[in-house]
Each structure stands twice: as structure tokens, then as C-alpha cells.
T-cell receptor, first 110, second 114 residues
Framework: DAKTTQPPSMDCAEGRAANLPCNHS???????VYWYRQIHSQGPQYIIH???NNETNEMASLIITEDRKSSTLILPHATLRDTAVYYC???????????FGQGTELSVKP | ETGVTQTPRHLVMGMTNKKSLKCEQH?????MYWYKQSAKKPLELMFV???????ENNSVPSRFSPECPNSSHLFLHLHTLQPEDSALYLC?????????????FGSGTRLTVV
């Protein structure tokens, strides 16, 4: 599974868009990019995933660069409840396992 | 409620005790996982089960003993633990092809070893 690199922490003002970057320069063609978040002392929560096309759901948007070496998770209107650690993970479709790194600690401030 | 239920939510045990953590899912998933999360550290994958068979053990000490009697239930039996084993223990489930469906996590068991 490809290694991912994320900034350790970010701040965002409430109501503004939060853009969380992730670098996965060694990703292979059949590895998906998954995003999870973990609110303090709870289990991680699935947010979104994608292979090469941009994806959007009710929680967030995922923008993957054309070369697939990086991606950005966008929370369009961050709220205080979005304060959490966000994990970007590259995982194979078959036989892959979710291996978590340090993630990005997002603080949404009033 | 995520569909993956872990009990108990909190557990305090002495180093000589024997206890078990339970995980239950009724999502129709056939793969189940145990993770450990120590304070200020990333989640560490401990064990993987596919169709009730253990397919991965990431060098976990034998004082942790997993059991998967069926695809819906997963246990972690604990005995003679050390204080450094205090952590949040998380269970997850997925289809065997997680790239398509992702993992669903439980809320975890907060374990304190005294």
C-alpha cells in the first residue's frame, strides 16, 4: 500500500471551506484513496473514497489530481463538529487493508 | 450507531485478570479486524479475519488472543496484560474487498490496565 503524507494540523474558520491535502506520490493504478475521520476517542468514520475521478457526497468532495499523486478533501462549510483527525489512506481494491498514519488534526474555530 | 457494536465501552482490569472484548456486526460483512490505538498514536492493525479464518497477526503478543466464531462476532481475550496495553481497542468490519466498500468501525473499548 502506498504511503501517504498529510500536514499534522490545520485550522479552519467555522462556515468556511476546509481543504485538507494529501500526498500519495507512489500510489499504484489500482489503489483507491480513502478518507476517514476520527472524532476524539470514537471509532473512525468513513467520509469518501475515489480512484481517479473527483467524487462528491453529502459529507465532502474529493479532488484527485490527474496524475493521482495527490488529492484534496473539501468540507464545503466546516462546522465545529467537523473538528477531528482526518486520515488519507491508499488501499488496494483486493486484499488491501486500512493502515492509518498520523493524519491531519483539523480544528474548526468559531 | 454504526452497525458495529463493541462491548464493554470501558474496562478496567488488573494485570492478573482475564477479560474479553466483544464485537458484533450485522452488516453482512465477512471480514473483521481488531485495531489498537494508544494515546497520541495512530491506529495499529492487530488481527484480520476473513470468513472466520485469521489471515493476519501483526506480531501481537500472545496475551491477546482473538476468536471469531462466525462472521458476525469477534472477540479479543485478554490475560496477564501490562499497563502499556492500556488503549482504545477498535473493531471494524468490511466486505473482503474493502476497496469497494470501506470499513465500518465500532465505538471502541477503552481499556485501562492497573
Amino acid at each position: 500500500d502506498a504511503k501517504t503524507t498529510q500536514p499534522p494540523s490545520m485550522d479552519c474558520a467555522e462556515g468556511r471551506a476546509a481543504n485538507l491535502p494529501c500526498n500519495h506520490s507512489t500510489i499504484s493504478g489500482n489503489e483507491y484513496v480513502y478518507w476517514y475521520r476520527q472524532i476524539h476517542s470514537q471509532g473512525p468514520q468513513y467520509i469518501i473514497h475515489g480512484l481517479k475521478n473527483n467524487e462528491t457526497n453529502e459529507m465532502a468532495s474529493l479532488i484527485i489530481t490527474e496524475d493521482r499523486k495527490s488529492s484534496t478533501l473539501i468540507l464545503p462549510h466546516a462546522t465545529l463538529r467537523d473538528t477531528a483527525v482526518y486520515y488519507c489512506i491508499a488501499v488496494y481494491n483486493q486484499g488491501g487493508k486500512l493502515i492509518f498514519g498520523q493524519g491531519t488534526e483539523l480544528s474548526v474555530k468559531p | 450507531e454504526t452497525g458495529v457494536t463493541q462491548t464493554p465501552r470501558h474496562l478496567v482490569m488488573g494485570m492478573t485478570n482475564k477479560k474479553s472484548l466483544k464485537c458484533e456486526q450485522h452488516l453482512g460483512h465477512n471480514a473483521m479486524y481488531w485495531y489498537k490505538q494508544s494515546a497520541k498514536k495512530p491506529l495499529e492493525l492487530m488481527f484480520v479475519y476473513n470468513f472466520k479464518e485469521q489471515t493476519e497477526n501483526n506480531s501481537v503478543p500472545s496475551r491477546f488472543s482473538p476468536e471469531c466464531p462466525n462472521s458476525s462476532h469477534l472477540f479479543l481475550h485478554l490475560h496477564t496484560l501490562q499497563p502499556e496495553d492500556s488503549a482504545l481497542y477498535l473493531c471494524a468490519s468490511s466486505q473482503p474487498r474493502p476497496g469497494s466498500w470501506g470499513y465500518t468501525f465500532g465505538s471502541g473499548t477503552r481499556l485501562t490496565v492497573v
